[in-house]
């Protein structure tokens, strides 16, 4: 049974940090496999990050550090914003054909944890 179970999540003022991290079992994902989500209230789920690809709001601000031998991943988030307020979800994709910045791509999902930046 395969699990992803994120953390790290929190209040923390504009200007400030927060680091996710996801830690992954059950099956062992391949470099370039995990990624991060958010969904904010009334918005669909959207792609922030991945080791390869950055959405461009969060360019320069977020950094995705994959650790494959302890099979986690990390979403380290610098220079929050209000708007970077949501649902953050790890997830997971097993087939490389498709869109990686699509939820249909991946096939496993963490629970997700709650971001909240206050101005």
């Known amino acids: 049974q395969v699990e992803l179970v994120e953390s790290g999540g929190g209040l923390v003022q504009a200007g400030g940090s927060l680091r996710l991290s996801c830690s992954a079992s059950?099956?062992?994902?391949?470099?370039?496999?995990m990624g991060w989500f958010r969904q904010a209230p009334g918005k669909e789920r959207e792609f922030v990050a991945s080791?390869?690809y950055y959405v461009d709001s969060v360019k320069g601000r977020f950094t995705v550090s994959r650790d494959q031998a302890k099979n986690t991943v990390a979403l380290q988030m610098n220079g929050l914003k209000p708007e970077d307020t949501a649902i953050y979800y790890c997830?997971?994709?097993?087939?490389?054909?498709?869109?990686?910045?699509?939820?249909?791509?991946?096939?496993?999902w963490g629970q997700g944890t709650q971001v909240t930046v206050s101005a």
């Open positions: 059950g099956r062992t994902f391949s470099p370039g496999a």
């Open positions: 080791t390869t």
């Open positions: 997830a997971a994709r097993v087939s490389f054909q498709f869109d990686p910045t699509s939820p249909a791509s991946y096939a496993y």
